[in-house]
């Protein structure tokens, strides 16, 4: 059903639907591209041309059926939470325009709202009950357009071009970045370095944004050879590969970006005495890792350190990010972009590769 200014397709014809790319929450394997229904004001009033989606291992997780939650009622939900669009209809709030490029904020505060949501800190939700695009309740932004609330549409720079898929990403960085700047407030702190843990994308936003903040950066991950280590060298920081103990000093700072416990646990007895071990990487199960809880308290309490966990971001980060990148040498970010695929092609976009480091889903030029 046509509804009054719906805007035209593809090739000019009018059209009540868009193409997208869809899975069937909590049931592996059921992923699909597919027409849907064109997304209506009660979205949002500023409508958008989609021009690329980040992929990350979330979305991944909801193609295997591990989590997300499609919008109450029906069963599938619309994938893609790493936005990068072109607004064709600014609507009738003003500050976007027609043509700007944005991205669209992740989550939304809890209907009830917690004392934390109430004030814009929806990062922070207290009672669970915030919902995300494209991974809990609410449809995400792989589809040709989609629609967002104003106050809710990141506006970026220009001159990013596709790079500003990668705003997102680094809103997680900027947040933690917050993090380990608030809790080194309790005491005179004057950090001078920082160890990244894992070069993936996170890893490799994290480390340009502690450079950005004039600490001496390592980065650490398993791999020797591809192009992790340079671009790790090119931020003018130092590359490790091997575990944490054998870096050859105690880092003021860990932002650990792997998840994985054995390195959690070599992080928090690695960190230098006054240290702040940040934790944004999500795994589960794995080998038990051999450090007794008594011990992370005496690694903890003898040398006052804090480790602190840290997921989301709210307004004040994707300003930060927003900032961050535009400050950021076009050059090294694009080779963080290391894979775009196009929407027909979603699995292969799924698949992870050994030198992808972000992979895209590239719906039009930008
Ligand atoms: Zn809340």
Not at 7 to 31: D, F
Request: charged share 25%; hydrophobic share 40%.
């Amino acid at each position: 059903m046509l509804r009054p200014g719906t805007p035209q397709g593809a090739r000019g014809e009018l059209t009540g639907s868009v193409k997208a790319i869809t899975v069937e929450t909590k049931r592996a394997g059921t992923a699909r591209l597919e027409d849907v229904p064109e997304p209506g004001p009660h979205e949002g009033s500023v409508l958008v041309e989609a021009v690329a989606v980040g992929v990350c291992g979330t979305d991944v997780e909801i193609a295997e059926g591990k989590y997300g939650w499609a919008p109450p009622g029906r069963e599938r939900l619309v994938l893609g939470h790493e936005s990068l669009g072109r607004v064709l209809d600014p609507g009738p709030a003003g500050g976007l325009k027609k043509g700007d490029l944005v991205a669209g904020i992740v989550r939304r505060p809890d209907p009830v709202p917690c004392p934390n949501c109430a004030v814009g800190e929806w990062d922070m939700c207290r009672n669970g009950l915030y919902t995300e695009r494209g991974i809990k309740e609410l449809d995400g932004f792989m589809s040709e357009r989609w629609r967002i609330e104003p106050e809710y549409a990141m506006k970026i720079d220009p001159s990013l071009g596709v790079l500003g898929v990668l705003l997102e990403p680094t809103t997680v960085v900027t947040k933690a970045w917050e993090q380990v700047a608030a809790v080194g407030q309790r005491a005179f702190w004057e950090p001078r370095t920082v160890l990244v843990t894992g070069a993936g994308p996170i890893g490799l936003l994290a480390a340009l944004v502690a450079s950005q903040h004039g600490l001496e950066v390592h980065v650490l991950d398993r791999v020797e050879s591809g192009p992790k280590p340079e671009l790790v060298r090119a931020l003018g920081a130092t590359y490790h590969s091997g575990s944490v103990a054998r870096i050859g000093f105690e880092p003021d700072v860990i932002v650990e970006c792997t998840g994985v416990g054995q390195v959690i646990a070599d992080s928090i007895q690695g960190v230098g005495a006054g240290g702040i071990v940040c934790l944004t990487g999500v795994g589960s199960g794995g080998r038990t890792v051999a450090l007794p809880t008594a011990d992370v308290a005496s690694a903890m309490v003898l040398r006052n350190n804090v480790v602190v966990g840290s997921v989301n971001a709210n307004k004040r980060h994707w300003y930060r990010a927003s900032e961050a990148l535009a400050r950021a040498d076009r050059t090294w970010l694009a080779r963080l972009l290391t894979r775009r695929e196009p929407p027909e092609a979603f699995a292969r976009a799924l698949e992870r590769r050994p030198d992808d480091i972000k992979v895209a889903i590239q719906f039009t030029e930008a």
